[in-house]
């Protein structure tokens, strides 16, 4: 970044130069030629007393001594400057100067104490910087003896609050200042009514090197004098450079999402003029403005944007074969604009036969292959993709039409190809996409997609699903999604009744979560389930739905209605032993009965470790809620599981329950498992009860427990409470 400071100042010396303002004309100079303070030359010291007592009689307001007596000259000289410095009565001041030293630290410098006993001191900045300007001053000086006020400061009569350094401007007319040599201004009778009322800075020597905008090699004591100017006009806001690369970016990265290259342009043109348009508001303001930070945010970001076109360049041609590439395509605004069909084809062995080529015939291979296509697409251009990928567009869209077409271009591919003098054989399938969006690379991605999915024998050509775009956008955000639905109420709970088959009373409710999108509606539960599974939110999740569960229990439990409350807990959580600690939480804080509680394991062939499982479903038996078999028959895992796991229940899958009174296998299989269960000792719920049939099949059968939408639907709780009040007498009417 400091590489960038001459250009910050070089901006900051045109501003000052282009926005010119006149003096306040309080503030006055006095400059010299020669060194005052040469104590060879006591007569200097001497001109200096008379001219401070004529500064005086001619009405000046104060006199600052901008140097520093370091040698003591006469005896008469020396104490003539100090009795003409005390004859002012604190309205003169010498100069305690701080001076950079050769290792880059600071020392302190000020007059001898025979010339500065009992005359006041005020602060000087260090010199100039490397190209000659002070753009700085502060308001304090720190010194072995404490603060004290800069020659400005104390001239403006301000402290600064809590800011220790302000900007020096620079744009005051110089001719507006009230000035003159010293040498000029010792004649006799010399009119010195021009600094009546003003405070008077008087430079002791003329230092080479010290500029200011629009002069070069200026007396060393207009540093403080614009410093003083810059405090009483108010100029002291300083724009930090870091402010102004952050405005800067942000509004290149806003114009860098703009898709058109013509509107991207000129929003990046609109940036600079805003940028230039700023400096010269400040300027006009006043106000000093850090740029480099923004010029170099410029810089960096101009090396990579031309790194980036670059790249991109290259990016849009294989460079082996000179063809285009998918970004090409994807770049393609006729491509955008007609949307034809996508093809991709997949090169099947491709990598294996460009690992038996030599190199030098990999691209005599692709391009064998592309002729290949060339001669039955109609002359379509034809893109290249990472690997074993070649695409190419077709106006055609109707399916039939094109699955023809693929075949004989599968049939074109059976004869092999000629590389050099080697025969290579070459298998080939098709992705195609022929959904409306103009969005090329989604389309061009989908068509990757189902081409990667087939295969040479059984789908050899695929057409990828029509969803539109707003769906496909809804699906790979979903997980995002489901934080914010559960804090915004989206997702809930219903509860299905389990009821004793027998008399239909309900002994128990399962507790199931349910989620209505404002804008898609009710989300099936298995896609939302499942991606909570992909995105490791499905502790969240089952902690949220295990919390409202106890809650509504403990809400039934108020309405006189004691019912057991089943949860179900994903088979992918049984591995961690965070499952037990999370229902244990829950517990402690609902207050809810464990013993009224049961966890159905769901889907328990995903158990992949049934050791830990068995010790972890171990630990959750012990708090005291009912362990269940849910989905049983289904996974080759379940007879297992069920001998291995602690269960106290198991759930007949609905795929059996369903298809009793069409299916005897199914009824067999139903009875057998009812069976089992009084032979283990355990419950045994049937779920999926569609119908009267059904229920009475399960009643002869000795079933004690059903569940179903021909008992009931899964209802909110108030539906729940109702139908209890009611009496339940009627098991088989549907509660929705």
Excluded at 133 to 160: K, V
Excluded at 304 to 330: C, G, H, I, Q, Y
Excluded at 568 to 583: F, K, W, Y
């Amino acid at each position: 970044m400091q590489f960038f400071q001459p250009v910050d100042q070089m901006i900051w010396v045109t501003q000052n130069l282009t926005f010119k303002e006149p003096a306040s004309g309080e503030v006055a100079y006095i400059y010299s030629e020669r060194s005052i303070a040469d104590p060879d030359f006591p007569e200097r010291r001497e001109e200096l007393a008379k001219l401070i007592e004529s500064l005086d009689q001619a009405g000046a307001r104060a006199i600052y001594i901008d140097g520093v007596f370091t040698d003591p000259s006469t005896e008469a000289a020396d104490s003539a400057l100090n009795t003409a410095l005390r004859d002012l009565s604190g309205r003169a001041f010498l100069t305690y100067r701080l001076r950079p030293t050769v290792t880059g630290e600071t020392e302190s410098v000020r007059t001898i104490d025979v010339i500065r006993s009992g005359v006041p001191e005020v602060g000087a900045d260090p010199g100039a910087n490397f190209l000659g300007y002070i753009w700085e001053s502060s308001y304090d000086i720190e010194t072995p003896d404490g603060e004290m006020p800069s020659i400005a400061a104390h001239i403006a009569d301000t402290d600064g609050g809590n800011a220790d350094i302000f900007p020096v401007n620079y744009s005051f007319d110089l001719d507006s200042i009230p000035s003159m040599e010293l040498s000029q201004a010792s004649r006799p009778n010399v009119d010195l009514s021009r600094f009546e009322g003003t405070s008077v800075v008087i430079g002791l020597s003329r230092v080479e090197g010290y500029h200011i905008p629009g002069v070069r090699d200026v007396p060393p004591v207009l540093a403080p004098v614009f410093a003083a100017e810059s405090l009483m006009a108010g100029h002291t806001r300083f724009v930090h450079g870091g402010l102004t690369a952050f405005v800067l970016g942000l509004l290149v990265i806003l114009a860098g999402r703009l898709r058109d290259k013509k509107m991207r342009r000129t929003a990046y043109a609109f940036t600079a003029i805003t940028l230039v348009g700023f400096a010269a508001t400040a300027g006009i303001l006043g106000w000093r403005v850090g740029v480099f930070d923004a010029v170099a945010f410029c810089a960096i970001f101009a090396i990579f944007r031309l790194r980036s076109v670059w790249k991109d360049s290259f990016a849009l041609v294989d460079l082996e074969t000179n063809l285009p590439s998918f970004a090409a395509l994807e770049a393609d605004k006729e491509v955008a604009e007609s949307v034809p069909a996508i093809i991709v084809a997949k090169i099947h062995r491709f990598e294996q036969v460009r690992r038996s080529l030599p190199k030098e015939l990999h691209a005599e291979y692709i391009m064998r292959i592309t002729g290949r296509l060339k001669a039955a697409t109609q002359d379509a251009t034809i893109y290249l993709g990472q690997g074993h990928l070649i695409a190419w567009t077709m106006k055609e869209k109707d399916p039939a039409l094109l699955q023809e077409h693929l075949e004989g271009l599968r049939a074109l591919f059976s004869a092999p190809l000629l590389v050099a003098d080697q025969q290579v054989d070459v298998g080939i399938s098709f992705g195609v996409d022929i959904s409306p969006s103009p969005n090329v690379a989604r389309r061009l991605a989908s068509a990757v997609d189902v081409a990667e999915k087939t295969n040479e024998t059984y789908d050899p050509i695929i057409i990828a699903d029509t969803a539109s775009d707003e769906d496909l956008i809804w699906n790979i955000s979903l997980q995002a999604r489901i934080d914010a639905a559960l804090e915004n109420g989206e997702i809930y709970l219903a509860y299905q009744p389990k009821v004793m088959v027998q008399t239909g009373e309900i002994i128990g409710v399962e507790a199931l979560v349910r989620w209505k999108d404002p804008v898609k509606g009710h989300i099936p539960p298995d896609n939302f389930i499942r991606q909570c599974e992909t995105a490791g939110r499905m502790t969240h999740l089952t902690r949220f739905v295990l919390e409202e569960a106890c809650k509504a229990g403990n809400a039934f439990e108020d309405r006189g209605l004691s019912l057991p409350i089943a949860v179900n807990i994903s088979a992918t959580l049984v591995h961690e032993r965070g499952i037990v600690q999370m229902v244990s939480e829950v517990l402690d804080k609902t207050g809810f009965d464990p013993r009224r509680l049961t966890l159905e394991i769901t889907e328990t062939y995903r158990i992949s470790n049934i050791d830990r499982a068995a010790d972890i479903l171990g630990e959750l038996d012990r708090l005291g809620p009912k362990i269940s078999m849910d989905d049983f028959g289904v996974g080759a895992a379940s007879l297992e599981a069920l001998l291995r796991l602690p269960f106290s229940e198991l759930k007949i899958d609905r795929t059996f329950v369903s298809q009793m009174t069409s299916n005897p296998k199914a009824a067999g299989i139903v009875r057998s498992i009812l069976q089992m269960g009084k032979d283990l000792r355990i419950i045994v719920v049937a779920e999926g009860v569609e119908d009267a049939g059904t229920l009475t099949l399960l009643r002869d059968s000795g079933c004690l427990v059903a569940q179903g939408f021909g008992i009931s639907r899964p209802v909110d709780f108030e539906r729940i409470t109702q139908f209890q009040q009611d009496g339940g007498s009627d098991i088989l009417r549907d509660m929705v």
